[in-house]
């Protein structure tokens, strides 16, 4: 497949905070601050990903006078194309990155040690499909 050649453009996805908003409440994730998650569709990328979460690190927050946020893009070149059930999937796997105290850091893939990404993802995805 082709890329379209240009720039690298963000534009605002209020329909991605609405379904965040939605993935939240049914998952009960209630530890999001979703005033404080932003959410923009990209186009022209050359990641590979379906949707990335950026986080506000801690120093940057206190240089700003700015509390804890965090970005949700959604890479449209590969996430639109996705069915609604494998949406969901992804944005739930992109709010596992957001940690429990969201503080602004970014939790990471962890396969072994103490953290089980993957399992904290899986989990996410049951209860949503429990209390939908």
Do not use: C
Request: proline letters at 5%.
């Amino acid at each position: 497949m082709r890329r379209p050649k240009g720039k690298i453009e963000w534009s605002d996805a209020p329909d991605i905070k609405k379904r965040l908003k939605y993935l939240a409440k049914h998952a009960e994730i209630d530890w999001l601050v979703i005033d404080r998650i932003f959410t923009y569709r990209s186009v022209n990328g050359k990641t590979r990903a379906y949707a990335r979460t950026w986080g506000l690190p801690g120093l940057w927050q206190r240089a700003l006078d700015v509390k804890p946020g965090y970005i949700v893009e959604v890479v449209s070149e590969h996430f639109d194309k996705l069915d609604q059930s494998d949406k969901d999937k992804v944005l739930l796997h992109e709010l596992t990155h957001i940690p429990m105290n969201f503080s602004g850091a970014l939790v990471p893939h962890i396969r072994h040690g103490k953290r089980n990404f993957k399992g904290r993802v899986d989990e996410l995805i049951h209860r949503y499909l429990r209390n939908k």
